[in-house]
């Protein structure tokens, strides 16, 4: 499969997958650079509150591909919201990135056998130019001082049918989330779920 290509999977079944899940205006991901229809894409994001504490999580399980996309802002990462200063805070950031490109962020039921194979960082503070020309720019630097993130995965499942769970460990790497709104889309159906740190797993349907 090919890697945050511009014909993704995010891409060809974003706008289903959303449509469904939201039931408002489909949106579509673009990956690694590539376009993708920006009035679609602003129908939620744009218009989600900046909450701190809080994230949002986007699941699609389409065949043995399952893609997940992490929304926040940046202070529930990092501890604020502006390109690092000092030394320390540069040494922070440093430390973000890593963690959010790690393998560690997402635990699946074991029997799926699901590998990552490809992931993508989109901030101008924490990855700057991550935004390809014609990307997605909703989530830069805002008028008020306040910038979010998106982090996108892709993962390969050997045996999709056996996902049954699926452990979001972003509250065990960053103490900063409260909460996370999840919208899934299962080949059985949507799943909707507000995660906690006590409450963190996802029962896939």
Do not use: W
Request: hydrophobic share 35%; net charge neutral.
């Amino acid at each position: 499969m090919t890697k945050f290509a511009a014909q993704s999977l995010f891409t060809r079944f974003g706008t289903l997958a959303m449509a469904a899940l939201l039931s408002t205006s489909a949106m579509a991901h673009g990956n690694d650079g590539h376009s993708h229809d920006h009035a679609k894409a602003n129908s939620r994001h744009n218009d989600a509150a900046h909450v701190h504490g809080q994230g949002e999580l986007e699941i699609v399980q389409d065949g043995n591909g399952l893609f997940i996309s992490l929304y926040s802002p940046l202070e529930n990462v990092l501890g604020f919201e502006r390109a690092p200063k000092t030394d320390a805070e540069r040494v922070k950031a440093r430390r973000v990135v890593s963690l959010l490109r790690a393998n560690g962020l997402f635990a699946f039921s074991p029997e799926a056998q699901c590998k990552r194979t490809s992931h993508k960082l989109y901030s101008e503070i924490l990855n700057p130019h991550s935004h390809g020309q014609g990307d997605d720019h909703q989530h830069h630097d805002s008028a008020d001082g306040h910038s979010d993130f998106r982090a996108a995965y892709e993962f390969e499942c050997e045996q999709p049918g056996k996902l049954k769970a699926i452990d979001v460990r972003v509250f065990r790497q960053f103490p900063g989330f409260e909460k996370i709104e999840v919208q899934a889309l299962f080949p059985k159906g949507q799943v909707g779920a507000t995660l906690t740190p006590k409450q963190s797993t996802l029962v896939v349907q």
